[in-house]
């Protein structure tokens, strides 16, 4: 088996051997599905938002996720003050840059949050990428219409400017360190179907990371497996509803054993 293969499905067994308890500051359209995400995965699941308690919260944590889909500026205080806590604590911090390029605020807020926080990964489209990283792309409310023209030259500029993992998810997956790069081939259509995927993902990515300090590994694992529940699901499923369904079951049920065979991650671009 190849070794990436192995250390994937070892991941996941530490997950659901560990239970990390992933910390969410989200958005108010996908909290109950990541919640169940989390839970589907082996971690357990915390949406805490209050500037009162997200630092005593995010001390309790094993990854922490910022995502801005529903910004406001409490919720902005909020995750500066949970990021901070998280950094100091060394804890995983994986930003999730919903709509990034379509407003003023959630571009602005994003590159505040990456130049304010040690990000450990950045989980986005390739619109949200190709307009964090300068590269050109088009967001239409939360949804990518136009990605940049070389995703990888715009992910690997982003992470490098910001000395993160950046994690472009889309037909192929792109996760790079700015050195580094690996390619994920798992995934099927019916997510783009479905509302919150990439948060579900994004998800996925702070499970992993929660037990993996290479944040390319677990990025690129978390990915692999979540596009793998979703062929898998594909088959069960009639449409958008049955899919939703099977996915959540699919990532539930799924082995390391089973992840570790399906798993189709490429070393390169």
Not at 111 to 127: D, F, K, Q
Not at 134 to 162: H, M, N
Not at 168 to 187: F, K, M, Q, S, W
């Amino acid at each position: 088996m190849d070794p990436i293969n192995q250390r994937i499905g070892d991941m996941l067994a530490r997950i659901r051997a560990t239970r990390p308890l992933i910390h969410h500051i989200t958005n108010l359209v996908v909290m109950n599905d990541t919640a169940n995400v989390t839970l589907h995965v082996g971690g357990l699941p915390v949406m805490a938002h209050d500037a009162e308690e997200v630092a005593e919260m995010v001390a309790h944590a094993g990854a922490l996720v910022l995502n801005v889909g529903t910004l406001s500026p409490d919720w902005i205080e909020s995750m500066l003050i949970a990021g901070r806590r998280a950094n100091e604590l060394q804890t995983p911090v994986v930003l999730d840059p919903v709509g990034a390029g379509a407003t003023q605020l959630r571009t602005r807020t994003n590159l505040e949050l990456l130049r304010s926080l040690r990000i450990a990964v950045v989980r986005g489209n390739g619109g949200e990428i190709g307009a964090l990283s300068g590269e050109g792309g088009e967001v239409k409310g939360v949804e990518s219409v136009s990605g940049p023209e070389d995703p990888l030259t715009a992910a690997r500029r982003l992470a490098q400017t910001y000395h993160t993992v950046v994690a472009l998810t889309g037909a192929r997956d792109i996760i790079t360190d700015g050195e580094r790069v690996l390619t994920v081939n798992n995934g099927h259509i019916w997510l783009t179907t479905l509302t919150g995927t990439g948060c579900m993902a994004t998800t996925m990515v702070a499970a992993f990371a929660a037990v993996e300090r290479d944040y390319l590994l677990a990025a690129a694992g978390a990915l692999a497996m979540f596009g793998l529940a979703a062929e898998l699901a594909a088959e069960k499923a009639h449409g958008p509803a049955s899919f939703k369904v099977a996915l959540f079951d699919q990532i539930y049920n799924l082995t390391p054993e089973q992840v570790a065979n399906g798993a189709r991650v490429v070393e390169g671009g």
